[in-house]
């Protein structure tokens, strides 16, 4: 404490100077500090948002983000008319919120993916890609930790429909066998021939080999010795097929053919073939003990879809959704 007292000890100038510039520069810091965490706020609290949902904002830069990756996917003449872009903007905005409305629910069910859950997924997703995943990142100019964020926000949704809709889906034998019988057409194994075949480049080899065929020669082994196709190491055998499988001049003929005759030559884009029929297995209407889970599971999917709209509808009716106007947005370059 300062001795305000005539004759106290007397501050000299320089310990005065000095004091003042402390107190200044301890000030003007605190100002400075204040100052930061003001523009912070305003940063936050300023920074445009497109539309929210329930309170919770959908933010410009997100949206454009959007934007831009799917306007790379749309055809030049598509995004030079003003009418179809407006309607592809409300359309990637109505899809944003519907996300925004599931991913609230999700908040609301406590509904998460934890890390090692995700790492998991992304290691069977890149199984399926290989070596190729990296460069698909790449060519997209997608970065990876920007990918990563995006499946987890699609792990955590898949999780919220599993638990929220389909885990309430139940069907009974009954139920799957009353709908076999209704649609007895669904389950019938389709007519279908194994066939084999002879193919080269040109007609003379062709006419060459109908005629060794015709001399009594075994079709498997001239098949093997001549054939172009991948399949001439099997004796030109190329499995069990059902109609529409071929090209319509092969198909036609395969499928006229009695079993164990050879055809005539038969021109395609991929050369000259000859076909004999091996097999041949007529349609059939399968017992329901054979199908009971592919009816169960055709079944599943009809209601999954159908409970899954009327899910989402019933979120977005209790949704307080707000859009804002005068969004301005970048505009591709034409």
């Not at 605190?30 to 933010?59: E, H, M, Q």
């Not at 409305?101 to 090692?116: F, G, H, P």
């Not at 009594?216 to 172009?228: H, L, N, Q």
Request: hydrophobic share 40%; with cysteine; charged share 30%.
């Amino acid at each position: 404490m300062i001795n305000t007292k005539p004759h106290s000890n007397i501050i000299s100038p320089v310990s005065k100077s000095r004091g003042m510039f402390l107190i200044f520069y301890g000030v003007s810091f605190l100002l400075a500090l204040s100052f930061v965490a003001a523009c912070d706020k305003i940063n936050i609290f300023s920074r445009p948002y497109v539309a929210t949902v329930n309170g919770s904002k959908i933010y410009l830069e997100d949206y454009q983000r959007r934007l831009d990756q799917k306007m790379s996917l749309l055809p030049k003449d598509f995004v030079g008319e003003p009418d179809n872009m407006k309607r592809f903007e409300e359309e990637v905005l109505d899809g944003i919120i519907t996300e925004k409305i599931m991913d609230l629910r999700a908040q609301e069910l406590n509904i998460s993916v934890s890390e090692t859950e995700l790492e998991g997924k992304i290691k069977e997703f890149k199984k399926d890609y290989g070596e190729d995943f990296t460069g698909l990142l790449a060519q997209e100019n997608v970065k990876y930790e920007q990918w990563k964020e995006e499946f987890k926000k699609e792990r955590v949704l898949q999780k919220l429909v599993a638990i929220d809709v389909n885990a309430k889906i139940k069907i009974s034998e009954n139920e799957a066998e009353d709908y076999f019988n209704e649609h007895l057409a669904n389950y019938k194994t389709e007519s279908r021939v194994r066939v084999a075949q002879i193919v080269v480049r040109d007609l003379e080899m062709a006419k060459k080999v109908e005629t060794r065929l015709k001399a009594g020669e075994d079709f498997a082994s001239v098949a093997t010795k001549v054939s172009i196709g991948p399949e001439a190491s099997r004796g030109g055998d190329l499995g069990f097929i059902t109609r529409w499988i071929m090209p319509e001049p092969l198909d036609k003929t395969i499928f006229s053919l009695p079993v164990n005759k050879v055809s005539p030559i038969v021109q395609s884009s991929y050369g000259f073939h000859i076909f004999k029929v091996l097999e041949s297995q007529p349609a059939k209407t399968q017992n329901f003990s054979d199908v009971k889970e592919e009816v169960i599971a055709d079944i599943r999917l009809q209601k999954e879809e159908a409970a899954f709209l009327n899910w989402l509808e019933e979120l977005k009716k209790k949704a307080v959704i707000k859009k804002e106007t005068n969004i301005k947005i970048k505009k591709p370059n034409k």
